[in-house]
């Protein structure tokens, strides 16, 4: 079976710009969270989604925005990016409350 | 505020060498507590989850244990494939319907096993 599945792999902006990520769960999961993980860190919880609705929101700014989609993929998206929000991003997806949550392999965001 | 504090930050053995690393928490309402590892460049890959003081998961060459305080995961005779980050989280609160699912990072222990 597919993992979870992350695109772009790679991506490079300029400050002020705007992006967009993209995940698909693994198949049959309904929840998908999204973690911001700056080099050398620990990552940190963004946003959760779970049938179509925002079930959690972290310590992030409003340019920070995501939604899920009935096949229960998601988009993060990222306005106005600014230096600090290069990082690795991550979406985890799981089967049900509570289970380990399985993340895909990130999409690395650089801004110039 | 959920607190998770990882030690040591790095950690170099030798092949063979057995060890643990540490993670302390301060969460209100543990749920779980997970280990994952993470090799540069990928996502975390799922170790184990641990639910209550006294539980213990075994995998291959690595055991993490759990008290109401702290979790360490045991390294016996590593090889230099267990070359990794790892990284534990919780998760915590009042379990709801897919609600409340953020789980919250240490900041990981480096580990390099020198052959």
């Known amino acids: 079976d597919a993992g979870v599945t992350q695109s772009p792999t790679h991506l490079i902006k300029t400050r002020g710009q705007h992006v967009t990520l993209r995940c698909s769960p693994i198949?049959?999961?309904?929840?998908v969270s999204w973690y911001q993980q700056v080099l050398g860190q620990g990552p940190q919880f963004i946003f959760q989604?779970?049938?179509?609705?925002?079930?959690g929101r972290g310590n992030f700014p409003d340019r920070f925005s995501a939604r899920q989609f009935p096949n229960y993929s998601s988009e993060l998206n990222v306005n106005a990016l600014l230096l600090g929000d290069s990082a690795l991003y991550l979406c985890?997806?799981?089967?049900?409350?509570?289970?380990?949550?399985?993340f895909g392999p990130g999409t690395r965001l650089t801004v110039l | 505020e959920d607190q998770v504090t990882q030690s040591p930050e790095a950690l170099r053995l030798q092949e063979g060498e057995s060890s643990s690393l540490n993670c302390s928490y301060t969460?209100?309402?543990?749920?779980?507590l997970f280990w994952y590892r993470q090799d540069p460049g990928k996502g975390p890959e799922f170790l184990f989850t641990?639910?209550?003081a006294g539980e213990e998961k075994e995998k291959e060459r690595l055991k993490a244990t759990l008290t109401k305080k702290e979790s360490f995961l045991h390294i016996t005779a590593p090889k230099p494939e267990d070359s990794a980050t790892y990284l534990c989280?919780?998760?915590?609160?009042?379990?709801?319907?897919?609600?409340?699912?953020?789980?919250?990072f240490g900041t990981g222990t480096r580990l390099t096993i020198i052959p």
């Open positions: 989280a919780v998760q915590a609160g009042v379990r709801s319907n897919f609600g409340n699912e953020k789980l919250t």
């Open positions: 969460v209100s309402g543990l749920r779980g």
């Open positions: 198949s049959g999961h309904k929840s």
């Open positions: 989604y779970y049938e179509k609705e925002e079930r």
């Open positions: 641990l639910y209550s």
């Open positions: 985890a997806s799981s089967l049900e409350a509570g289970a380990r949550q399985f």
